[in-house]
């Protein structure tokens, strides 16, 4: 079965640069959401599309913005980088059931030096 | 806000039982459970909606008590691939869009 799809799986950068984080969601699946998750915490909510609109916000800081596209693939734009921000980004997908159980990526680790 | 998941850590030998707990203090809608290995993704295990006990796996259950707003997971006769860390994710009552807000997690180790 087909499953979310991340780009790029690792991805260094520099404080202070630039880095876009790509997802594709299962196909027929219409909500995509993004999480954040530091070393031996729990996935931190960021942020969440719904039929290329946003539809939740978390705790995601202002130099980070998202938008969903209309062939429903998401992307996470980061500027202005800090050492805080490495970390694993998943991103997951629902379909627009009651249920909105999510199925997460296999994430990108991006490490900020 | 966070729900709480205890124990914090269980060990466990082969074919062993455990079960987990995720409380809330706010009225839930929905409590997703994952199975998280080290460096890789959270894997779906189930949802239980409210007033509703669902059984996934074959050897792991689940239930929800809307009136204690807490969740249980059940593992029963563990195997050596049910070790990893075990999060709960819960969506509050009057959220139409699933924004899932994790616990600390519980670390399982099963031995042989």
């Known amino acids: 079965a087909a499953g979310v799809i991340q780009s790029p799986r690792h991805l260094i950068k520099e404080k202070r640069e630039t880095a876009t984080l790509k997802c594709y969601p299962i196909?027929?699946?219409?909500?995509v959401y993004w999480y954040q998750q530091g070393p031996g915490q729990d996935p931190q909510f960021l942020i969440s599309?719904?039929?290329?609109?946003?539809?939740d916000k978390g705790s995601i800081p202002d130099r980070f913005s998202a938008q969903q596209f209309s062939d429903y693939h998401s992307e996470l734009n980061m500027s202005s980088l800090e050492l805080g921000d490495s970390a694993l980004y998943f991103c997951?997908?629902?379909?627009?059931?009651?249920?909105?159980?999510?199925?997460f990526g296999p994430g990108t680790r991006l490490t900020v030096t | 806000q966070q729900p709480v998941q205890s124990p914090q850590a269980v060990i466990l030998r082969e074919g062993e039982d455990a079960v987990i707990n995720c409380s809330s203090s706010?009225?839930?809608?929905?409590v997703h459970w994952y199975r998280q290995k080290h460096g890789e993704a959270p894997v779906f295990l189930m949802i239980?909606?409210?007033?509703?006990e669902q059984k996934g796996h074959d050897k792991i259950s689940a239930s929800f008590n809307e009136k204690k707003q807490q969740s249980s997971l059940y593992l029963t006769a563990s195997q050596l691939s049910y070790s990893g860390t075990y999060f709960c994710?819960?969506?509050?009552?009057?959220?139409?869009?699933?924004?899932?807000?994790f616990g600390q997690g519980t670390i399982l180790t099963v031995h042989p």
């Open positions: 994710g819960t969506v509050p009552g009057g959220t139409s869009y699933g924004k899932l807000t």
């Open positions: 599309f719904y039929e290329k609109m946003q539809s």
């Open positions: 239980l909606l409210k007033g509703g």
């Open positions: 706010k009225a839930l809608y929905s």
């Open positions: 196909p027929r699946h219409d909500t």
């Open positions: 997951a997908s629902s379909p627009s059931t009651e249920t909105y159980e999510q199925y």
